[in-house]
């Protein structure tokens, strides 16, 4: 199970996501370019002492990061998804992708998933926050395939660890 955010464009909602996956051990790709520097105190403040404990890679364009996740199932968090995120059936190899916090992903990307999911919601309101939504679907995720650290005696030691993919 992996997370991977789209070009993120807010830096405390990255640094709340970096924090959740190093909590939950689920490895982050980062597809750039990010809209901030990724020194940014914001991400740092959000992160807090967490972000050291994250498993990341970073990767330089959208078809970069493909050719790293080669024979995965990409699962993208839509507000246009056409299966309710807990009605779908995770496998411990899904890459589970958030679009930029303003604008999603581009159509090309959409249309790459291979599941669109969305969270329900009430009628009428727009969506959550991004962090929200990375959370509910992760840990669903996690749920369903038995994932959460600890679950299958997994080590709870840090490992911290920046890539980067050309």
């Not at 507000?79 to 309710?84: F, L, N």
């Amino acid at each position: 199970m992996r997370l991977a955010l789209y070009q993120p464009d807010i830096p405390p909602n990255v640094g709340t996501m970096l924090r959740l996956c190093a909590c939950l051990r689920v490895p982050v790709d980062i597809i750039e370019p990010c809209g901030f520097p990724f020194s940014d105190k914001r991400l740092k403040r959000a992160g807090l002492d967490y972000l050291d404990a994250a498993e990341m890679t970073r990767h330089v364009t959208f078809d970069a990061f493909l050719e790293t996740i080669a024979g995965r199932r990409l699962v993208l968090m839509s507000t246009r998804g056409d299966i309710v995120h807990h009605a779908f059936r995770f496998t411990p190899s899904d890459v589970v992708m958030m679009g930029r916090e303003q604008s999603g992903v581009p159509d090309t990307v959409h249309a790459r998933a291979d599941a669109r999911l969305r969270v329900p919601m009430a009628s009428g309101l727009r969506s959550l926050n991004i962090a929200v939504t990375a959370g509910i679907a992760i840990t669903e995720a996690l749920r369903q395939i038995a994932g959460f650290p600890g679950e299958a005696g997994e080590a709870h030691e840090p490992r911290p660890v920046e890539r980067r993919s050309a």
